[in-house]
């Protein structure tokens, strides 16, 4: 699963670092290419030879033990797909957050510009400190960094708490996510933009109240990931706060996703319009907070919003536009119905009514409407596999037409 990988675990001086001898092999087992810096420190807990020959490399250990022309540093940084720090401690949190390089570990990690998957474990206290939650949150800073959370529960140091390392198959399996959201170099989408809308617009009542809907901006997050992955040139437009590598523009109401879109618009190969939009909004905003009175009703006067969708099918010229439409009933009539409404080429229907699918679920199932009502079902599965089906699915019938356009 991992051929070809190559995965350079930093192992810092806690007492988790036993621990990351199983992660190694872990990786090792799935075909990757594991090489292992530690920090001075860590080898009190676990031996360079252990390290060694679980990784079936030498280890890196000092910063100045030059072999090659490169400084090890940088030769190391250039050799790997990513980093994960296992276990990472406040102490080396700390230096990476405010750019401190004063060890082997910490310079290759400072000179890093590929993804990093912290495992942070330490005491309770240590994690409950409010300089090292400032550290973590500071880390997230950098969209290349991602944090496997440690864990509740008895920790090595007699105490109850949070702070146990997370368990192994949660940092492998966030590692595999991280290394499949890498733009593949030879990616099928390669030279495409594809614009994705997600989430729900927010229109406002007053400066307090807002009229919204559920969902969540998962479906469309997991396009937006997938095609990045793939090698397009991404831009995502959300309601929601989003930390990716690609672009990302964030956006409030019906009206802000219109002009987003629209400045996208012509550039675009793809559009993928998964976002649920508000068809109505407050026609009178407040300016301030709406005060109860004695009535019992109060009446709040809608305005329709444009139809983003259907203005754009409308416009379109090389652009391929995927709808999404979720039905509470007579799915398949109603999506049939909606696709000729709006023009777009292909929708995207799924049934709200079921509880195990749609909205906030990270599972769905859908089906995959033509302009010609061709329809393809896609089974339930969860959302990032359901959106490389939904991506593959509509290249295949349009790739050509792209590349020869
Ligand atoms: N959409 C849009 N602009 C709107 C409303 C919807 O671009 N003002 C897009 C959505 O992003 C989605 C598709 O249209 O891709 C279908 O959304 P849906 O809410 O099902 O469409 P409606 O026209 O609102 O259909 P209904 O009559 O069922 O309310």
């Given at each position: 699963?991992?051929?070809?990988?190559?995965?350079?675990?930093?192992?810092?001086?806690?007492?988790?670092?036993y621990?990351?001898?199983?992660?190694?092999?872990?990786?090792?087992?799935?075909?990757?290419?594991?090489?292992?810096?530690?920090t001075?420190?860590?080898?009190?807990?676990?031996?360079?030879?252990?390290?060694?020959?679980?990784s079936q490399n030498?280890?890196g250990i000092?910063?100045?033990?030059?072999?090659?022309?490169?400084?090890?540093?940088?030769?190391?940084?250039?050799?790997?797909?990513?980093?994960?720090?296992?276990?990472?401690?406040?102490?080396?949190?700390?230096?990476?957050?405010?750019?401190?390089?004063?060890?082997?570990?910490?310079?290759?990690?400072?000179?890093?510009?590929?993804?990093?998957?912290?495992?942070?474990a330490?005491?309770?206290?240590?994690?409950?400190?409010?300089?090292?939650?400032?550290?973590?949150q500071?880390?997230?800073?950098?969209?290349?960094?991602?944090?496997?959370?440690?864990?509740?529960?008895?920790?090595?140091?007699?105490?109850?708490?949070?702070?146990?390392?997370?368990?192994?198959?949660?940092?492998?399996?966030t590692?595999?996510?991280?290394?499949?959201?890498i733009p593949?170099?030879?990616?099928?989408?390669?030279?495409?933009?594809?614009?994705?809308?997600?989430?729900?617009?927010?229109?406002?009542?007053d400066?307090?109240?807002?009229?919204?809907?559920y969902s969540?901006?998962?479906m469309?997050?997991?396009?937006?990931?997938?095609?990045?992955?793939?090698?397009?040139d991404v831009?995502?437009?959300?309601?929601?706060?989003?930390d990716?590598t690609?672009?990302?523009?964030?956006v409030?109401?019906?009206?802000?996703?219109?002009?987003?879109v629209?400045?996208?618009?012509?550039?675009?190969?793809?559009?993928?319009?998964?976002?649920?939009?508000?068809?109505?909004?407050?026609?009178?905003?407040?300016?301030?907070?709406?005060?109860?009175?004695?009535?019992?009703?109060?009446?709040?006067?809608?305005?329709?919003?444009?139809?983003i969708?259907?203005?754009?099918?409308s416009r379109k010229?090389?652009?391929?536009?995927?709808?999404?439409?979720?039905?509470?009933?007579?799915?398949?009539?109603?999506?049939?119905?909606?696709?000729?409404?709006?023009?777009c080429d292909?929708?995207?229907?799924?049934?709200?009514?079921?509880?195990?699918?749609?909205?906030?679920?990270?599972?769905?199932?859908?089906?995959?409407?033509?302009?010609?009502?061709?329809?393809?079902?896609?089974?339930?599965?969860?959302?990032s596999?359901?959106?490389?089906?939904?991506?593959?699915?509509?290249?295949?019938?349009?790739?050509?037409?792209?590349?020869?356009?």
């Amino acid at each position: 699963m991992l051929s070809g990988k190559n995965i350079l675990i930093g192992i810092t001086a806690g007492i988790a670092a036993y621990k990351s001898c199983e992660l190694i092999r872990m990786f090792k087992r799935q075909n990757a290419n594991v090489r292992v810096i530690c920090t001075p420190n860590a080898l009190n807990f676990v031996t360079k030879l252990t390290l060694q020959n679980l990784s079936q490399n030498e280890i890196g250990i000092e910063e100045f033990d030059v072999k090659d022309f490169k400084p090890e540093h940088i030769s190391y940084a250039d050799e790997a797909d990513i980093m994960v720090i296992c276990p990472a401690t406040a102490n080396t949190i700390g230096k990476v957050v405010n750019g401190i390089c004063d060890n082997l570990l910490t310079s290759v990690i400072s000179a890093f510009a590929k993804p990093i998957v912290f495992a942070p474990a330490m005491n309770t206290n240590m994690w409950n400190n409010v300089f090292v939650q400032e550290n973590i949150q500071k880390l997230l800073k950098n969209p290349m960094y991602s944090i496997v959370e440690p864990d509740s529960g008895y920790l090595a140091c007699g105490t109850e708490g949070k702070g146990r390392l997370a368990s192994l198959d949660k940092i492998y399996q966030t590692t595999v996510e991280v290394l499949n959201s890498i733009p593949k170099k030879n990616g099928f989408l390669q030279g495409k933009k594809i614009v994705v809308t997600a989430g729900g617009t927010v229109e406002d009542i007053d400066p307090v109240r807002y009229i919204s809907n559920y969902s969540s901006g998962k479906m469309g997050l997991a396009l937006a990931d997938y095609c990045n992955a793939q090698g397009a040139d991404v831009v995502l437009i959300t309601t929601k706060d989003i930390d990716a590598t690609y672009k990302v523009v964030k956006v409030k109401s019906a009206l802000d996703m219109l002009n987003a879109v629209n400045d996208e618009f012509e550039s675009a190969d793809y559009i993928f319009m998964a976002a649920a939009v508000a068809d109505f909004r407050v026609k009178n905003t407040a300016g301030q907070k709406i005060k109860k009175t004695n009535d019992d009703e109060i009446t709040l006067t809608l305005v329709k919003n444009p139809d983003i969708l259907k203005d754009i099918s409308s416009r379109k010229t090389h652009q391929i536009i995927v709808g999404f439409c979720a039905e509470s009933e007579n799915l398949l009539e109603y999506a049939k119905d909606k696709i000729k409404r709006k023009g777009c080429d292909f929708l995207v229907a799924n049934d709200i009514s079921r509880k195990d699918i749609g909205f906030s679920s990270d599972y769905n199932e859908v089906y995959l409407i033509n302009k010609n009502l061709d329809t393809v079902k896609i089974d339930r599965q969860e959302k990032s596999k359901i959106a490389s089906k939904i991506v593959e699915e509509v290249y295949a019938k349009t790739g050509c037409l792209q590349t020869c356009r």
